[in-house]
């Protein structure tokens, strides 16, 4: 439940579209406690599930410096908080402003330079910004389609974006599937969304030849319910969509019943999809956002392994093709700008409930199915830090990254993945703590 905090003059309140926060408490003159929310008040959650928070300060002073502590979080990273005086343009505190205390709390000390000032954990994406940039580029028919989806619990649009070009043979398409925003508060993956569209649609020549080899489908916000009320993990329900992927055992193409409408909304895409006659998907990509430490780079989690480390055939096969892939985004991305792949990738994610485990049940090695985190502080930029655009810049790169992939797979055989891979892959502990205690999210 939304609510107003009135502390003397200064108003604190979280009454608006994707903001969050639990209480404040003034503890001096211009210095106050913020608490975080629970993800719909559920104090059963993990309090991994406690991270993300989104005000609004009308009244502060401008002539004066005010501090802020943000409390209870649960991740004990470092970080530097964003802030708006419009709500729409977004910066970073100075790094001199912020420090880290020896409770792992973040303490922000800073003088406004306007009375009215949003602040947020990270780059806010409400569902009426993904609703502004669906109207912008629904003016590129030719080569767009958007559709509803379905609706969510609360009955809001779960919008799908079709992306090809229409005159081209379809049968000689790669089918590309795409979902961001599972976990709500993850805006990374919005922003790569963005990048990734605006590249296809820049009406280049090089853009044109791509969408007439593939035909793109992308879920640009799967759990709406959960962006809206301000939550950083859950549906409005406190249900975790990431591992509410539960297949049949003895038909494992359909999910079992009573599993949240968001994920039964695009599972039956997905399956109508491989079951419609046509080309099958070659490639599902599962973008989110990963609480680490300030100089993790983003990175991919691959599965399996090599076949001298025990992997039958065709899981060696996945193996090599994330691999592949994985090396040529940091081709365009930059290679010091990833993660280094790890030396095994496991198989603990197939029980997990996860997309990718039911990908993987239903059609093994032919879909190269993979999540993708972006990483929310440095993540590569160092002594700078990333941005929206440089989010939408690995969305770009994704691009080059799927046309290169698909390039290579029509042309060449496994072996040849295995003999142009050699020697990439080097030695990665998943960031440690990723994600602290939980292990149901842990794609090893």
């Not at 941005?387 to 969305?395: E, H, S």
């Not at 072996?415 to 080097?426: E, F, L, M, N, P």
Request: no cysteine; aromatic share 14%; proline share 7%.
């Amino acid at each position: 439940m939304r609510k107003f905090n009135h502390i003397g003059e200064v108003i604190f309140s979280d009454d608006f579209e994707s903001g969050s926060i639990g209480d404040v408490v003034k503890i001096a003159n211009n210095k106050w406690d913020f608490y975080l929310a629970d993800d719909n008040g559920d104090v059963s959650l993990p309090d991994e599930y406690r991270s993300w928070w989104y005000l609004k300060v009308d009244n502060a002073p401008t002539n004066e410096p005010v501090t802020f502590t943000i409390k209870n979080r649960g991740w004990p990273f470092y970080y530097v908080p964003v802030y708006s005086y419009d709500n729409v343009r977004w910066f970073r505190f100075n790094e001199s402003e912020v420090y880290q205390n020896t409770n792992k709390e973040i303490v922000v000390t800073t003088t406004f330079s306007q009375s009215q000032v949003w602040i947020a954990r990270f780059y806010p994406y409400t569902f009426s910004d993904l609703e502004r940039f669906i109207s912008d580029i629904e003016r590129y028919v030719f080569f767009t389609e958007v559709e509803v989806s379905g609706y969510s619990q609360r009955q809001k649009p779960i919008y799908l974006i079709k992306l090809t070009h229409p005159h081209s043979p379809p049968e000689n398409k790669k089918k590309v599937f795409i979902h961001a925003r599972t976990h709500p508060a993850e805006t990374p993956g919005s922003y790569v969304v963005e990048g990734l569209v605006k590249r296809l649609l820049n009406n280049s020549p090089e853009s044109a030849l791509i969408l007439s080899k593939h035909e793109f489908y992308i879920y640009p916000m799967h759990n709406v319910d959960g962006v809206i009320a301000g939550n950083y993990r859950t549906t409005p329900k406190s249900e975790n969509l990431e591992v509410q992927w539960k297949y049949d055992p003895l038909d494992p193409l359909n999910l079992i019943d009573g599993l949240p409408l968001e994920v039964n909304v695009i599972h039956e895409y997905a399956r109508n999809l491989m079951t419609d006659g046509g080309p099958k998907v070659s490639m599902a990509l599962n973008l989110h956002g990963s609480n680490s430490e300030p100089d993790t780079r983003p990175f991919f989690f691959p599965h399996f392994g090599t076949r001298a480390q025990g992997y039958s055939e065709v899981e060696s096969n996945l193996w090599h093709k994330q691999l592949f892939f994985i090396d040529q985004m940091a081709k365009y991305y930059g290679k010091d700008m990833l993660e280094p792949t790890p030396d095994e990738g496991g198989s603990g994610f197939v029980n997990g409930g996860y997309p990718e485990a039911w990908w993987w049940a239903n059609f093994k090695d032919s879909v190269m199915a993979m999540t993708m985190e972006v990483t929310y502080d440095r993540a590569g930029y160092a002594p700078d830090r990333i941005t929206q655009d440089n989010m939408r810049l690995i969305g770009e790169s994704l691009v080059s990254a799927i046309r290169d992939y698909h390039e290579f797979t029509a042309e060449n055989s496994l072996a040849s993945y295995r003999s142009k891979i050699k020697g990439t892959v080097t030695e990665l502990e998943y960031p440690e703590l990723y994600p602290p205690e939980a292990q149901d999210e842990l794609k090893k």
